[in-house]
């Protein structure tokens, strides 16, 4: 019987497309299903995890391919439907546990943070007044994130006090979660990591573009290869591991004087830049780890 994966996806962009000629070349058959379809059932006839005709409760492995925006019972359920397909047996890459620790910035911090890896000094809160007297703690210069976002996308540094008020008042308006992190001084790059299994399979130096300081290829940054030393590739598995990530994208940061401080772990990381500068057939690696777990 042929080996049957399934992506669960938000759309049908490059990523898709390179994983479907990656399991072609395998010779294993892979569906692409959109995460929001997907569907629960539960009672003594029918009792799985479907997403349309597809019945991921007999699926060889699923892949999380993205986790799109939803609202909190969307999200919920979609990893409720998920952990039941683990429960199940079905290999999931990435687990469960570790999308919801990496999808949140707070939770996989502090998640990193008690493993000892190196993070930036970080409040997270509710109120404008707390983010204030915050903001002047961590020095007066900080990066806001969304607590849920990636590719750089939402983030906004703040280094004036009456931005910075101005921000933080109008975040607690609208209901957010006000996540403010020193802003730690750099070269204009960083490094990420790109962790499979038990390994580094390749990594990229990130160079902000002319005028920013975002490294995310996302938003113009310049990737290049580059060949992380052992300590590095330690560092970046640790990260991993605290999240209980098989698959991560891995966001090292070298402060002025040459500290390691990891600024975030993605569970549902792109790969475009990392194979355009190194070669490397991402997607095919990553079919061959959902494999090796069936």
Do not use: C
């Not at 007044?129 to 703040?158: C, I, N, Q």
């Not at 921000?167 to 020193?182: I, K």
Request: hydrophobic letters at 50%; proline letters at 5%.
């Amino acid at each position: 019987m042929a080996t049957r994966l399934v992506a669960l996806v938000s759309g049908f962009g490059w990523h898709v497309r390179d994983l479907l000629r990656a399991a072609e070349a395998r010779g294993v058959s892979l569906e692409a299903a959109r995460f929001p379809q997907i569907v629960g059932r539960v009672g003594p006839e029918r009792s799985h995890v479907e997403v349309g005709p597809i019945d991921l409760s007999s699926a060889d492995g699923v892949l999380v391919r993205m986790m799109p925006p939803g609202t909190l019972e969307q999200v919920v359920f979609r990893m409720d439907a998920l952990h039941r397909l683990a429960a199940a047996g079905v290999p999931v890459l990435n687990p469960p546990r570790a999308i919801e620790g990496a999808v949140d910035k707070y939770l996989a911090l502090a998640r990193l943070d008690a493993a000892g890896v190196p993070v930036p000094a970080t409040w997270a809160g509710e109120s404008a007044a707390g983010a204030l007297e915050a903001y002047e703690a961590l020095g007066g210069d900080v990066v806001v994130k969304p607590l849920f976002g990636s590719e750089g996308r939402g983030l906004v540094r703040v280094s004036d006090p009456e931005i910075a008020r101005r921000v933080f008042h109008t975040l607690e308006r609208l209901g957010a979660v006000l996540y403010l992190q020193h802003f730690v001084s750099h070269s204009g790059h960083d490094i990420r990591a790109f962790v499979l299994g038990d390994r580094v399979l390749g990594a990229i130096r990130r160079h902000a573009p002319e005028g920013d300081w975002r490294t995310n290829v996302s938003v113009g940054g310049r990737a290049e290869a580059y060949a992380i030393d052992a300590d590095t590739e330690r560092l970046a598995l640790r990260a991993a591991r605290a999240v209980g990530a098989r698959m991560a994208g891995v966001d090292l940061l070298p402060d002025r004087h040459g500290n390691l401080i990891a600024l975030e772990v993605n569970a549902v990381p792109g790969w475009r830049a990392l194979g355009a500068a190194t070669g490397l057939d991402v997607a095919s690696a990553i079919l061959a780890e959902l494999l090796r777990k069936s």
